[in-house]
């Protein structure tokens, strides 16, 4: 059993930064490939970003990729995501989440989910 608890949303400005944290509890953290999803009013959740178990692998939508970075501290049982350049589009509510596959990006495969942290990005 994994319990997954975010922080870090706000609101900020266009081109603003900021880092999202993904507290994780028990002792089988480090086994776990992390993820980021985003869900935005009225629409689908959407993968964002995810993280192998030893952090040496990495995968991002395209929307993000040069803006976001996941990261993740094993010994701390916590997966980051540091957004910059962020823009509109980005505003929505932010999950992560811990699978057991190796390169998952869809929400089915995906075992444990956080309650969310909201992110908006005003223009």
């Known amino acids: 059993q994994v319990q997954l608890v975010e922080s870090g949303g706000g609101l900020v400005q266009t081109g603003d930064s900021l880092r999202l944290s993904c507290a994780a509890s028990g002792r089988t953290f480090s086994s776990y490939t992390m993820g980021w999803f985003r869900q935005a009013p009225g629409k689908e959740r959407e993968f964002v970003a995810r993280i192998s178990w030893s952090g040496g692998i990495t995968g991002y939508t395209d929307s993000v990729k040069g803006r976001f970075t996941i990261s993740r501290d094993n010994a701390k049982n916590t997966v980051y995501l540091q957004m910059n350049s962020l823009k509109p589009e980005d505003t929505a509510v932010y999950y992560c989440?811990?699978?057991?596959?190796?390169?998952?990006?869809?929400?089915?495969?995906?075992?444990?989910w956080g309650q969310g942290t909201q992110v908006t990005v005003s223009s």
């Open positions: 989440a811990a699978s057991r596959l190796a390169y998952p990006t869809m929400t089915i495969q995906y075992d444990y």
